[in-house]
């Protein structure tokens, strides 16, 4: 390994990814640290490759950064048997370099929003497995920093879209690939519901932002996203306009036929307990990193168009 860099991000997913661009952005000097060693990141960014869940690996790695960055997300049906044991290990490389830990969550801890918009003062009331393990984390975290150990800042992001959001995203490979072949996109549940969902590169800038920020440690920050919160059907209407097609194709999976197929897919399996996002509004408020620390986010279509473009750059032969 060279000197190590002040900033070492842990996961090479399009999260990640999106904080190395957003740090590097800033002149900033990023190790980024996932499992293979290997990452289609730009020339000057080290990867190193290794087990976060390894305390002594994680130490070795960070040690001398000024921050450091859990961005790592095991598929879902990982999560309970891999993800705790990934968190502490690079929570004890941040304390044994003394480091900032900035962490990317979601917003699965808060339950369902029982008709209220998420803010980061809402309690944890979790009712899926997800949501709780979610909770738990990052409750963890944030006994650590009262504690004194680390250095502990939280952000936030809902459903998130973007370069690189693939399967997994409600608006990813089901919405960009259909719209550009002229078929139809499929979402989860209900898509005349309003959904808040984070655009990937907003999220990049606003996990730098709370990695360098002096009033940002010890508090839990929703990351920017556009007011204007939207239908899910209303969404994928402008990705259809912005890929040239003249009208929207668009049906929700209901919960029956993500049962079916997760019957041979587990990381479908684990969507089902998330159905109920999808059932009513979900609005995730963001004012607060806007009015404090005034991050703001990429206006939905422009974010949209991006997004498209990084698609249509995949399948030339549209």
Known sequence: MNDTPNHVVFGAGAVGRATVDALRRRGESVRLVNRSGSA??????????????????????????????????????????RFPALQAGVLAAAEAAGARLVSMENVYMYGRPAGRPFVET?????????GSLRGRMADELLAAHRAGRVEVVIGRASDYFGPHGGFQSNLGDRVFQPALRGRTATVLGDPDQPHTYTYIPDIGEGLALLGEHPEAPGEIW????????????QLVDIVYRLAGQPRTKVRGMPALGLRA??????????????????????????????????????????????????????????
């Not at 809402?122 to 997800?130: D, G, L, M, S, V």
């Not at 929703?222 to 059907?233: K, M, Q, V, Y």
């Not at 059932?279 to 974010?303: H, M, N, Y």
């Open 222 to 233: 929703h990351l920017p996203n556009d007011p204007s919160t939207r239908t899910t059907r």
């Open 122 to 130: 809402r309690p944890n009331a979790a009712h899926t497995r997800k």
């Open 261 to 318: 197929i997760g019957i041979f897919n587990p990381v479908v399996r684990e969507l089902i307990e998330m159905q109920y996002e999808f059932a009513e509004p979900f609005i995730v408020d963001s004012s607060k990193i806007t009015t404090r620390l005034g991050a703001t986010a990429t206006p939905l279509e422009e974010a949209l168009e991006h997004t498209l473009a990084s698609y249509r750059a995949q399948t030339p032969d549209n």
């Open 40 to 81: 289609p990141v730009p020339k000057d960014v080290e990867v190193v490759g290794g087990d976060a869940a390894d305390p002594a690996f994680t130490t070795a790695v960070t040690r001398g950064a000024r921050v450091v960055y859990q961005v790592l997300n095991p598929q879902y049906h990982q999560w309970t048997a």
